[in-house]
């Protein structure tokens, strides 16, 4: 997309042929293309069509604003989902923090999060096209009273005079997909890290992946998921961590926070009634240990069924929001033969199959297994003292 084909969508015409295509279906393009380009210039309805197809790809991050939002096809890929960035902007709001230097802003996710917060926003990057879609956002939502937008080098900006700064490095190279080496973002976490130590607080977006060894001890590294998924981790710095607890683990939409990570693995032992299988959060975080703490029971804790699987056990059921807990009927060594015959025998329709630590995938066992019948239940593929198990039960529930 060039950066004309995206401001032609700014004029009045452009406005109109976008409310045209607020219904837009992918399998309607052909004839609706033919139609629009008797009306309209070829050019505007391609770029119209363009916008069409990013604001549907956009909805499952930004909801319904994604209809009245303009996107670049990075913007879309790389832009911060909704729930997180307001977490986030919440989460410098409870700090204290009046305004913030939102360095590396593409189309200006985190920024409209920020000002929505009230928060006032100096949105920069260095993309011309970027940020001429964060400058027309911050107009259609309402928000260009709090947002600035400048297009330049984020390294040459000067973040004095603002209360935070949030830096989101970019981690994908055009051709070559993710960057896995954060010296190898733009900018490099190096430079980054130093930006955020000037400001009296900062948030360093990074991938969900960085090594614990690469988090800085001045900073408090956070996971956090939305809706089970491990969407991203950010470095905070001025938030004055804990030093016993650098961890933090933060499940979306219910906004539950766990903080931690230097506790000792729980202990190993067999595979109990229940079995609780931590958010993705909580394990990139290593704070199972501290969910472990939480599930007590007349033996303690909960323990590992394996001391490198992260599934939980105990004999009693204890709610929490950082682990799905499932109530174990069988637990047997794996065996496909047998699997089919309890699937066959107990008529089970509805076989939701999870794995971890387990090199089966769970279409092919549904294939092989041909469940049948009224009934559901759930198969976990795993270890249990180092030997594969498959763990047969129902979600559980109190009461």
């Known amino acids: 997309m060039e950066i004309e084909a995206l401001r032609a969508l700014f004029t009045p015409e452009g406005q109109a042929l976008l409310d045209e295509l607020r219904d837009y279906s992918p399998g309607d393009e052909l004839a609706l293309a033919t139609r629009l380009r008797r009306e309209y210039d070829a050019g505007l309805v391609s770029a119209a069509l363009s916008q069409a197809r990013l604001r549907t790809r956009a909805a499952a991050k930004f909801g319904a604003d994604a209809q009245r939002m303009y996107f670049t096809p990075n913007g879309v890929e790389q832009s911060t989902r909704s729930g997180v960035a307001q977490w986030r902007a919440e989460r410098f709001r409870a700090l204290g923090v009046g305004s913030v230097a939102d360095l590396c802003s593409g189309i200006g996710g985190d920024a409209l999060a920020l000002a929505r917060a009230g928060i006032r926003v100096l949105a920069v990057d260095r993309d011309p096209l970027a940020c001429a879609a964060a400058e027309a956002n911050a107009a259609a939502l309402g928000l260009s009273g709090l947002i600035e937008t400048r297009c330049a080098d984020v390294t040459e900006v000067d973040t004095r005079g603002y209360d935070a700064v949030f830096v989101d490095p970019a981690r994908r190279a055009t051709g070559r997909g993710r960057i896995f080496d954060p010296e190898a973002y733009s900018p490099p976490l190096s430079w980054a890290i130093e930006a955020a130590r000037k400001a009296p607080v900062a ?14 001890e001045d900073a408090e590294a956070e996971w956090v998921s939305d809706r089970g998924d491990v969407k991203e981790a950010a470095l905070w710095f001025g938030s004055k961590p804990e030093p016993d607890r650098p961890h933090r683990a933060t499940l979306l939409p219910e906004g ?27 394990i990139r975080a290593h704070l199972v240990a501290e969910v472990a703490g939480q599930l007590r029971d007349q033996l303690g804790g909960a323990t590992l069924i394996d001391p490198t699987i992260a599934y939980l056990t105990s004999d009693q059921l204890t709610a929490t929001p950082y682990a799905t807990a ?10 496909l033969k047998k699997l089919k015959a309890l699937v066959r025998e107990r008529g089970i329709g509805t076989l939701v199959v999870k794995k971890r630590g387990s090199a089966i995938e769970p279409e092919e066992l549904r294939r092989k297994v041909k469940p049948e019948g009224a009934n559901s239940a759930v198969v976990v593929l795993t270890r249990a003292a180092g030997a594969p198990v498959m763990l047969i039960g129902q979600p559980a529930t109190n009461g």
């Open 203 to 216: 948030a360093l977006k990074v991938a969900p992946g960085i090594p614990h060894e690469a988090v800085p």
């Open 326 to 335: 499932y109530e174990i009927t069988d637990a047997l060594p794996f065996n």
């Open 256 to 282: 539950a926070s766990l903080t931690g990570g230097l506790l000792p693995d729980p202990e190993t032992g067999p595979v109990r009634r229940y079995l609780y299988e931590p958010d993705g959060a909580v």
